[in-house]
């Protein structure tokens, strides 16, 4: 039987947000008693919240919303990486040791545990050269365990316009914590959200064996 590690982080009212951005809530709007059969809430959050899907709309004006974007990046084989400890970019050297025969995903886990407790201010991201570096070598997917490929102040995210010109996808948030190195088939799909620049995903790693 395979394996699954499930790497999408808890979502509550008490899941970190980037500054500014809207944070879970949850409220009832039906509760079961005499002459209602169900329980039901009405959620409000940032559809970046937790493990997400960026829609290229996020950073380009003119870019698809996430409901209109190919579902075939989010599902397939892919490699985890570690480069814990990397600073504040990943760097091509820091993924150098794991390109070989690369497949169509690649995710980057920075973080010996990811913090659920607080944003980090100083939150590891992607060297712009890394994500190119990827895509050359025929990447259309990539993911990292921290809130942003992107720096947490940049007001010019190189990264994400990296991908915005390489047309590659991007998931941010992972929690990654318990996943080795190593090549595993990836299951993360965004929600059909027609309008949104964003979307939640339940993310799973399955083992190839």
Same mark, same amino acid.
């Given at each position: 039987?395979?394996?699954?590690?499930?790497?999408?982080?808890?979502?509550?009212?008490?899941?970190?947000?980037?500054?500014?951005?809207?944070?879970?809530?949850?409220?009832?709007?039906?509760?079961?008693?005499?002459?209602?059969?169900?329980?039901?809430?009405?959620?409000? +959050?940032? &559809?970046? @919240?937790?493990?997400?899907?960026?829609?290229?709309?996020?950073? !380009?004006?003119?870019?698809? %919303?996430?409901? =209109?974007?190919?579902?075939?990046?989010?599902?397939?084989?892919?490699?985890?990486?570690?480069?814990?400890?990397?600073?504040?970019?990943?760097?091509?050297?820091?993924?150098?040791?794991?390109?070989?025969? +690369?497949? &169509?995903? @690649?995710?980057?886990?920075?973080?010996?545990?990811?913090?659920? !407790?607080?944003?980090?201010? %100083?939150?590891? =991201?992607?060297?712009?050269?890394?994500?190119?570096?990827?895509?050359?070598?025929?990447?259309?997917?990539?993911?990292?365990?921290?809130?942003?490929?992107?720096?947490?102040?940049?007001?010019?995210?190189?990264?994400?316009?990296?991908?915005?010109?390489?047309?590659?996808?991007?998931?941010?948030?992972?929690?990654?914590?318990?996943?080795?190195?190593?090549?595993?088939?990836?299951?993360?799909?965004?929600?059909?959200?027609?309008?949104?620049?964003?979307?939640?995903?339940?993310?799973?790693?399955?083992?190839?064996?």
């Amino acid at each position: 039987m395979k394996k699954l590690w499930d790497i999408s982080p808890p979502v509550n009212a008490s899941t970190p947000v980037f500054p500014g951005d809207t944070a879970y809530a949850q409220q009832w709007v039906a509760s079961i008693e005499p002459g209602c059969p169900v329980n039901v809430s009405a959620i409000t +959050l940032s &559809p970046h @919240v937790g493990a997400h899907a960026d829609a290229p709309l996020h950073y !380009d004006p003119a870019g698809a %919303a996430i409901g =209109a974007v190919e579902l075939d990046a989010f599902l397939g084989p892919c490699r985890v990486i570690h480069a814990i400890g990397c600073g504040a970019l990943v760097q091509p050297e820091h993924i150098a040791h794991a390109l070989d025969q +690369l497949p &169509p995903r @690649v995710l980057v886990r920075v973080y010996q545990h990811q913090p659920q !407790d607080r944003f980090d201010n %100083a939150l590891p =991201a992607f060297a712009p050269e890394t994500v190119a570096l990827l895509a050359d070598r025929g990447v259309k997917l990539i993911g990292i365990d921290s809130a942003s490929i992107d720096p947490a102040d940049s007001k010019t995210l190189e990264s994400h316009q990296v991908i915005r010109r390489r047309g590659l996808r991007v998931l941010e948030n992972l929690l990654l914590d318990d996943v080795p190195e190593g090549d595993y088939e990836l299951i993360a799909l965004p929600l059909k959200l027609t309008t949104a620049d964003a979307s939640p995903v339940r993310a799973v790693l399955r083992s190839m064996e």
